[in-house]
Nanobody
Framework: QVDLVESGGGLVQAGGSLRLSCAAS????????MGWFRQAPGKDREFVAA????????YYKDSVKGRFAISRDGAKNTVYLQMNSLKPEDTAVYYC?????????????????WGQGTQVTVSS
């Protein structure tokens, strides 16, 4: 069993920044790839960013490249999503997820464990 707890969401104006955190417990954090996904009302859950076990490989949704950065801290068992230059279309519930392997992936179904989500709202 893996527990993932997200934090850091909130309300921010367009152009602002937020940093999301996801604290993991219950498994060897450093052995597994992690991802961030989001889901807006009425839409499917979509990929945002992913990071490999070692942290040396990252993937991003095209629309967030250059604005978002995913990172991980093995000592704290935590993965982060730094979000800059936020836009109203970034508004969604953001979820972190853990894979069963160390290879990063953008596919929702490749992830086994999910957090409860944290709301991000960007006002125009």
């Amino acid at each position: 069993q893996v527990d993932l707890v997200e934090s850091g969401g909130g309300l921010v104006q367009a152009g602002g920044s937020l940093r999301l955190s996801c604290a993991a417990s219950g498994r060897t954090f450093s052995s597994y790839a992690m991802g961030w996904f989001r889901q807006a009302p009425g839409k499917d859950r979509e990929f945002v960013a992913a990071i490999s076990r070692s942290g040396d490989i990252t993937y991003y949704k095209d629309s967030v490249k250059g604005r978002f950065a995913i990172s991980r801290d093995g000592a704290k068992n935590t993965v982060y999503l730094q979000m800059n230059s936020l836009k109203p279309e970034d508004t969604a519930v953001y979820y972190c997820a853990s894979r069963g392997t160390g290879i990063a992936s953008s596919t929702v179904s490749h992830y086994n464990y999910w957090g409860q989500g944290t709301q991000v709202t960007v006002s125009s």
